[in-house]
């Protein structure tokens, strides 16, 4: 009796099956752990002086205008390049009577004028970028300013922001410190 052969797809599935089985189990084997930023609530550190101080400021320039702030109550972080991630933040809220979930503005923590300003630039290039745009609804409008060794950020959409004064807040931070351009 002749020897009959064999198909080659009687072996050719399970080969395949067992193939992928051992690549899978050998990337699980010498896989590294990549950290997930966390979504912490803010402050992530103690307020220091600088953030203090621009706090402050901020207050000042918003009471201008008939507003004020409040910590922010819920934990809020915006879509942020990776100094922005990385840098201690404070959140405030602007008080808005007709938007109680918005009016987030967040002030970043950096050793000297000179850093607030990098993390201001890669900012700016950020929401230039696909990535940067795709976290923010297509109207927002960003409002970075630098004030000393502190960046302060705060955006807003006008078709989701239901508050009137919100467009004051932007106006108000407008009158601080140096402005980091957005150039699109």
């Known amino acids: ?34 950290p ?10 103690a307020v220091s002086p600088s953030v203090a101080a621009t706090a402050a400021a901020i207050d000042g320039a918003l009471s201008a205008v008939g507003l004020t702030t409040t910590p922010a109550q819920v934990p809020f972080r915006p879509g942020e390049s990776p100094k922005l991630a990385a840098a201690a933040r404070e ?15 967040v002030i970043y923590d ?4 000179g850093a607030a300003l990098a993390a201001g630039n890669e900012m700016a290039a950020y929401l230039k970028s696909g990535p940067g745009r795709i976290q923010f609804v297509p109207d927002s409008i ?17 078709a989701n922001s239901p508050d009137p004064r919100t467009p004051d807040i932007a106006k108000a931070l407008q009158t601080l410190g140096t402005d980091v351009p957005i150039v699109r």
């Open 142 to 158: 960003h409002t970075p300013r630098q004030v000393g060794s502190t960046l302060v950020f705060f955006t807003w959409s006008p």
């Open 91 to 105: 959140v405030i809220q602007v008080v808005l009577p007709n938007d109680l979930t918005h009016g987030m503005i």
């Open 1 to 34: 009796m002749a020897a009959r052969l064999t198909s080659p797809r009687t072996w050719a599935v399970p080969a395949l099956a067992l193939a992928l089985a051992a690549v899978v189990g050998a990337c699980g084997a010498g896989a590294t752990t990549v």
């Open 36 to 45: 997930i930023p966390s979504v912490a609530p803010s402050p992530t550190q």
């Open 110 to 113: 950096f050793p000297d004028a």
